[in-house]
């Protein structure tokens, strides 16, 4: 095959191929461009924005594939870094799909492929492993507090000048004090700890299941980057089982820096010190948002809790993402944004052609701290919905597989909450898809389709990024968003000077306790300027 650009490498895995991706598996990205309209609607009566227009990317690159291997790269994910992408501030609250509108972004659907490739010629006498990655959850009360210690103590979680990086741990442990009773309050809520390992364990379980029923015989690992089991808790039972090898699935369905980036990031740097790895061949998918049973098993769920409404297509369907702060998408290109949009448009394309055109929205959660994060915001889209007249809400934690304190706490119980006071009257909320069976079966299509490439190099470049690629090019792959590790404002901000509402509330706690001060040295040493303006007397 004649590929144009085609760049060679080597792994440094015990085998290794050359690959370049066909223009036909180009995945388009989305368009800055939107149109909004009024037009009249059963479901809306103030204009609604149209889906975006879909534009081909002009990056390059393409895979040329070893004879014997059948190409499944088609899950390639390409943003271009220069387009700003996202809900602009002005735009309407909402959108409505219409119905004889057909979305360009239907052809980034990755259908699966792994009816086409038999699993016994793939792993043949290998012992083969998956690695399910996760952020982890404390699971008792007591467990809060060093819990958000190794969340802060993240390095790209809270990015500090190269000259105050010896303060990343004393900072995380302040602000891991700081915020404790706070977060202790809501685990306790949702009953003493987060069941983020029980959900994982179990949706490990059911994954091994699939895998063995489609004739791969694979074990199954949860490494958590947060807490028990950690990443190299994971890894140490991957070397005593002999895995030789090793498919690295991070549970985050849209890439962040921020989330699968930290956990390859750890996990490249425990590959790199260890010879035992190294020499085990291994493959890692960033992400699969795009992934055709992923998209159907979201509007699986969301077609079943429509139908708990008295008026289906009178809802709206509010998509809640987890946020990340601004910074991490304008500054250092983090893909998270864009991927998270484009995923929407994919379910409300599946929900199309199941003749569900509900009108729908994104905002973002769980933002922490002054800094800016992505917008629109839940707690403010909410409210304003409400403002708006709109009078049925169906949520949708649309960046969760698993339940966990960010759904079970904040949505279901604040957001809420706040829903019921800003006029909305029904509500209701789409479960995380924990052990959900199309998406299961999704996740072990995935794993298969990727075991031709275990143990081989892909391509990485500034415009296009695979798949399919080896702990070796994390930094690779990272860097393209991520070059210049640029020092990121922390999620949690601790002291700021300026007309924010940091600064406000700091500033002003230090005004307090210098007159607090003064008034102390004046009542016991009867000197100073009150005494001396006559004012203190008074108050004898």
């Not at 070397?239 to 090793?246: E, H, Q, R, V």
């Not at 649309?398 to 706490?409: A, K, R, Y």
């Amino acid at each position: 095959m004649n590929c144009t650009g085609a760049i060679n490498t080597s792994s440094a895995s015990t085998s290794s191929s050359t690959f370049c991706l066909p223009n036909r598996h180009r995945r388009p990205h989305l368009s800055t461009a939107n149109s909004c309209l009024s037009y009249p609607s059963r479901n809306a009566k103030f204009p609604l924005l149209l889906p975006r227009a879909i534009s081909s990317s002009q990056g390059s690159s393409v895979v040329q594939v070893e004879s014997g291997l059948r190409s499944n790269l088609s899950s390639i994910n390409v943003i271009n870094k220069s387009s700003q992408l996202g809900w602009s501030g002005t735009t309407p609250l909402y959108c409505k799909r219409s119905p004889n509108k057909r979305s360009l972004a239907l052809g980034a659907l990755v259908t699966s492929t792994s009816q086409d490739v038999p699993p016994a010629s793939l792993i043949g006498e290998e012992k083969v492993g998956v690695l399910l990655l996760n952020l982890g959850g404390p699971e008792t009360l007591e467990d809060v507090q060093p819990f958000l210690f190794n969340l802060f103590a993240d390095p790209d979680i809270i990015r500090l000048p190269r000259l105050f990086r010896f303060l990343q741990k004393p900072l995380a442990q302040f602000i891991s004090v700081l915020r404790a009773p706070k977060s202790r309050e809501g685990y306790a809520s949702i009953g003493g700890g987060s069941p983020l390992r029980h959900i994982t364990d179990a949706q490990a379980e059911e994954l091994k299941k699939a895998l063995w029923e489609k004739n791969v015989p694979a074990k199954v690992y949860v490494g958590m980057r947060y807490w028990h089991p950690f990443t190299e808790e994971a890894i140490e039972q991957i070397k005593k089982d002999n895995i030789s090898k090793l498919v690295v699935l991070p549970l985050y369905p849209q890439f962040s820096i921020s989330t699968s980036g930290s956990s390859l990031r750890l996990l490249e740097s425990i590959f790199r010190e260890d010879e035992y790895l190294v020499n085990m061949q291994h493959t890692v998918i960033p992400s699969w948002y795009q992934r055709e049973g992923y998209i159907k098993a979201m509007g699986n769920l969301i077609e079943k809790e429509l139908e708990n409404f008295d008026f289906p297509d009178k809802v709206v369907i509010f998509f809640s993402a987890h946020g990340v702060p601004l910074a991490y998408v304008e500054e250092a290109g983090d893909p998270y944004k864009a991927e998270m949009e484009e995923c929407v448009d994919l379910i409300m394309e599946e929900l199309e052609k199941r003749k569900i055109t509900n009108p729908y929205t994104l905002a973002y959660q769980s933002r922490v701290g002054p800094v800016e994060w992505l917008k629109p915001y839940t707690d403010e889209t909410i409210i304003e919905l409400g403002r708006k007249g709109v009078k049925s809400l169906l949520a949708v934690p649309i960046s969760f597989v698993s339940e966990h304190i960010e759904t079970l706490e904040e949505i279901d119980v604040e957001y809420k909450e706040l829903a019921l006071k800003s006029g909305i009257e029904k509500w209701g909320r789409v479960p995380a898809l924990g052990c959900e069976p199309t998406f299961i079966s999704d996740l072990a299509d995935a794993v298969i389709e990727s075991l031709p490439y275990v143990g081989a190099m892909a391509v990485s470049n500034l415009e296009a990024r695979q798949s399919l690629v080896p702990l070796g090019s994390v930094e690779e792959l990272l860097a393209t968003y991520d070059s210049k590790r640029r020092e990121l404002p922390s999620p949690v901000t601790v002291w700021e000077w300026g007309w924010t509402r940091s600064a406000e509330t700091w500033n002003g706690r230090a005004a307090m306790l210098a007159v607090l001060v003064l008034l102390v040295l004046e009542v016991t040493t009867g000197e100073g300027f009150l005494h001396q303006w006559g004012i203190l007397p008074l108050f004898h």
